[in-house]
């Protein structure tokens, strides 16, 4: 099993970026994807995308295709997670977790990481 | 996009009972469902996988079964650490989608 650890919360202004890290130790990461999933309050679990660190492969949902971008470094086992143009309802605990080699269902999950979208 | 349908959203149930939890597809997934279990300020935790094949380490009382579109997880006799949100997630295709979640409560 793989450990992930995320940076910590953040608080951000309308129209600003943020940028979540999740740093994996313990286990292999380049070949397992890296998925990003997100619960904003009251709410349910979404996915947001994924990066195969590998190939430096990434794929988006569609509903944040525009704004959202995943990146990894090998060298450091770190994946981020950067959302732009942010508004009060990207209010939310954002989730790294490792899919299974080759099978996108997720067996090991980052603590999770609130980021607060507020004026 | 596969849409996911739990139900019910929510449920109040007593240690040792015995409950279940239907989350239903929009097309046939083959099989490719996971559940999760979340409970508030953790991170979800993988039950089972492949529609009933048990997570490493999870408890025998957990259990999955399912076919085309339609299927359940069962709890058979309920725990207090049981006590949690539920998720269905499909990776029959991108994106993956995730059931709206099902709650468990003490009664």
């Known amino acids: 099993q793989v450990q992930l650890v995320q940076s910590g919360a953040e608080v951000k202004k309308p129209g600003s970026s943020v940028k979540v890290s999740c740093k994996a130790s313990?286990?292999?990461?380049?070949?397992?994807?890296i998925g990003w999933v997100r619960q904003a309050p009251g709410q349910g679990l979404e996915w947001m995308g994924r990066i195969i660190p590998i190939v430096d492969l990434s794929n988006y949902a569609q509903s944040f295709q525009a704004r959202v971008t995943i990146t990894a470094d090998k060298s450091t086992s770190t994946a981020y997670m950067e959302l732009s143009s942010l508004r009060s309802e990207d209010t939310a605990v954002y989730y790294c977790?490792?899919?299974?080699?080759?099978?996108?269902?997720?067996?090991?999950w980052g603590q999770g990481t609130l980021v607060t979208v507020s004026s | 996009d596969i849409q996911m349908t739990q139900s019910p959203s929510s449920l109040s149930a007593s240690v040792g009972d015995r409950v279940t939890i239907t989350c239903r597809a929009s097309q046939d997934i083959s099989n490719r469902l996971a559940w999760y279990q979340h409970k508030p300020g953790k991170a979800p935790k993988l039950l089972l996988y492949a529609a009933s094949r048990l997570e490493s380490g999870v408890p025998s009382r957990f259990s999955g079964s399912g076919s085309g579109t339609d299927n359940t997880l069962t709890i058979s006799s309920l725990q207090p650490e049981d006590f949690a949100t539920y998720y269905c997630q499909q990776y029959y295709s991108s994106p993956l989608t995730f059931g709206g979640g099902t709650k468990v409560e003490i009664k």
């Open positions: 977790a490792r899919e299974v080699l080759g099978i996108p269902y997720f067996d090991d």
């Open positions: 313990g286990g292999t990461f380049s070949s397992h994807a």
